[in-house]
């Protein structure tokens, strides 16, 4: 059996940047690596995924958005993670059944003991060898996500959610607006409630999180993924 390694961590908090380069350092080390990521990870999940990200005019409640998750995680486990296992290859898999816990349990609130039972039900009662925990204050995380999207979005876009959140940090500062500021601070609450979520699962279950500082740079952060994977060696 191969190793079962997850990333997990709000949005911005580095777990694509690390899965890549941990995947490098096993690889060069001769490993058999599979990297793979939730929602998407097969042919089922990349349909569910298109439905959970490009929302459109569509509404997606809560409860509806919880199965559609253990949808995706169900045939991912079954039809990818299982087999590679099986196979003697080391699964590095960006987000997990403690993602759902974070999101939809803490973060929206719904009952976190039916999610745990939906959780062992899609994942096989699958659990992971190890759980890398990138923790980064909520502010610094989403400007990253926000940098990153901007990379890809048009400039005209890119402008406009520029100058509207410049807007935003300045009314917070004079303390104006707060009518209009409403739906940041639930974003920003929503968020809050994600990391002190995925804090206390790893409070929980120290023998298999171990929690990185996700605001050190790239390379700190890389050498202390590395430390916890020898580890596993
Ligand atoms: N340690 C770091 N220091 C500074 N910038 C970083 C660091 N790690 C990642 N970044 C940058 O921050 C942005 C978000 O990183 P990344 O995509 O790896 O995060 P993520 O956890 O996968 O986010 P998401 O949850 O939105 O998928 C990227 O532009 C990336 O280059
Ligand atoms: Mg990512």
């Given at each position: 059996?191969?190793?079962?390694?997850?990333?997990?961590?709000?949005?911005?908090?580095?777990?694509?940047?690390?899965?890549?380069?941990?995947?490098?350092?096993?690889?060069?080390?001769?490993?058999?690596?599979?990297?793979?990521?939730?929602?998407?990870?097969?042919?089922?999940?990349?349909?569910?995924?298109?439905?959970?990200?490009?929302?459109?005019?569509?509404?997606?409640?809560?409860?509806a958005e919880l199965l559609l998750f253990a949808a995706d995680r169900a045939q991912h486990v079954r039809e990818t993670i299982l087999p590679?296992?099986?196979?003697?290859?080391?699964?590095?898999?960006d987000r997990f059944a403690d993602a759902t816990l974070a999101y939809q349990g803490f973060g929206r609130r719904l009952d976190a003991a039916f999610i745990r039972t939906l959780n062992d039900f899609s994942t096989c009662s699958l659990k992971p060898d190890l759980t890398l925990l990138f923790d980064l204050p909520v502010e610094a995380g989403?400007?990253?996500?926000?940098?990153?999207?901007?990379?890809?979005?048009?400039?005209?876009?890119?402008?406009?959610?520029?100058?509207?959140?410049?807007?935003l940090y300045k009314s917070i500062r004079d303390g104006r607006q707060t009518q209009l500021l409403l739906p940041y601070f639930?974003?920003?609450?929503?968020?809050?409630?994600?990391?002190?979520?995925?804090?206390?699962?790893?409070?929980?279950?120290?023998?298999?999180?171990?929690?990185?500082?996700?605001?050190?740079?790239?390379?700190?952060v890389r050498r202390e993924v590395c430390h916890h994977l020898t580890a596993l060696l």
């Open positions: 059996m191969g190793k079962f390694v997850t990333f997990e961590g709000g949005e911005g908090s580095g777990k694509t940047t690390q899965i890549k380069l941990a995947a490098d350092w096993l690889r060069e080390r001769g490993i058999p690596v599979l990297e793979t990521a939730e929602p998407g990870g097969t042919p089922l999940g990349r349909k569910i995924r298109e439905i959970l990200l490009n929302r459109g005019s569509c509404a997606i409640g809560a409860e590679a296992l099986a196979e003697g290859q080391w699964v590095l898999c989403l400007e990253r996500a926000k940098k990153r999207t901007a990379g890809i979005k048009p400039k005209a876009a890119e402008d406009r959610f520029e100058r509207e959140d410049k807007e639930k974003s920003f609450l929503f968020h809050g409630r994600i990391r002190e979520g995925y804090l206390s699962l790893a409070a929980e279950e120290p023998e298999r999180f171990r929690i990185i500082n996700g605001a050190a740079d790239i390379e700190t």
